[in-house]
Each structure stands twice: as C-alpha cells, then as structure tokens.
C-alpha cells in the first residue's frame, strides 16, 4: 500500500514486526568500534536497541504509526572518546541516498473473530 505525503510516495507496512537493514560506516581510524543505535518515533525518538550487527528486527505491542531510525556510535580506540552519528530516519531521504525509498510502519492490533459459530 502506497500513500502520499509531502510530494512523495512514501511505502506504508502493516505489521506488528519488521526487519530493517542498512550499509555498513567505515570506520575512520582502522582501531574504531563500530556499533549502530536503532531508534523508533511514534511522538518523540526512543532509543530501542543497540546492535553491531547490518541488521535489526523492530517489534511493536502499541497500536500507532512508527518512523524507524538508525544511527552509528564510534567509539575511538585510542581514547576511548564516543561519537554519535545523527539518526537516519525511514521516512526522509536526507542526506541523499540515505533512505531512497521512504517507509513507515502501521501496527493496528488485530481484533478476535466472534466465538460460538453454530447453526440457528
């Protein structure tokens, strides 16, 4: 399902679960830690894990429209001094080519079929 915002088509998944990848950052002493933080907004930016891992699976118990984040820590080696990145987010495309197809998530919990099916 597609919809439109703000001039674009932006990818809208109907999930309670997602899997995201992204890129790798190369490191720029060959010494640095590399680690990612991965972040998800549904009315303010909440940190919802931390992997050193390309890959990372989001779960969601709230009904609501998440935009899904990711960002990078580098930890310096040779001081032990930690940097952070800014946060990559799925549903803007800055800096370019950061998020090419723009995404966000909708969970809605599913309600029960009625009970006791039987003939009049």
């Known amino acids: 399902m597609f919809v439109l915002s703000v001039g674009y088509a932006q990818q809208?998944?109907?999930?309670?679960?997602?899997?995201?990848?992204?890129?790798?950052?190369?490191?720029?002493?060959?010494?640095d830690i590399i680690s990612y933080q991965l972040w998800?907004?549904?009315?303010?930016?909440?940190?919802d894990g931390e992997t050193d891992l390309l890959v990372y699976t989001f779960t969601f118990s709230t009904e609501g429209e998440y935009i899904l984040g990711v960002s990078t820590t580098?930890?310096?080696?040779t001081t032990g001094d930690i940097v952070y990145s800014e946060i990559n987010w799925s549903d803007v495309d800055i800096p370019i080519g950061a998020t090419p197809d723009s995404f966000l998530i909708r969970y809605i919990k599913p309600i029960l079929s009625p009970g006791n099916l039987r003939l009049k």
Do not use: S
């Open 40 to 47: 998800t907004d549904n009315d303010g930016a909440l940190l």
């Open 12 to 31: 809208v998944e109907y999930t309670n679960q997602v899997t995201v990848k992204w890129n790798a950052v190369i490191p720029i002493e060959p010494t």
């Open 74 to 77: 580098r930890i310096v080696a």
